[in-house]
């Protein structure tokens, strides 16, 4: 059973920073991809970022210069580094991993975690 569990979240006034952690279990396979998901409630899911297996980084233009998103193969684990929070970045944040497969990409999900940022 393939399980992600995400930390770090929490409240931070406007212009402050957060670091989510996400690691994964119940394999010993590395994702193809993994990255950050958020959702707002009366909102669509938004991809927030996301690092492919060998370090390359996408990141949505609302956080760009502002996120980071690493990871550590050998902790299966990624990160997500949040500078000069916005209000507008309030949301819970779930972070996925990607397989691909013969039926296409397989995504697994953690439970999520909080952020909300003060205004």
């Known amino acids: 059973q393939v399980q992600l569990v995400e930390s770090g979240g929490g409240l931070v006034q406007a212009g402050g920073s957060l670091r989510l952690s996400c690691v994964a279990s119940g394999t010993i396979f590395s994702f193809n991809a993994m990255g950050w998901y958020r959702r707002a409630p009366g909102k669509q899911r938004e991809l927030v970022a996301e690092?492919?297996?060998?370090?390359?980084?996408n990141y949505a233009d609302s956080v760009k210069g502002r996120f980071t998103i690493s990871r550590d193969n050998a902790k299966n684990t990624v990160y997500l580094q949040m500078n000069s929070l916005k209000p507008e970045d309030t949301a819970v944040y779930y972070c996925?991993?990607?397989?691909?497969?013969?039926?296409?990409?397989?995504?697994?999900w953690g439970q999520g975690t909080q952020v909300a940022v003060s205004s």
């Open positions: 996925h991993g990607r397989l691909d497969s013969g039926l296409g990409p397989r995504i697994y």
């Open positions: 690092i492919t297996s060998g370090n390359s980084p």
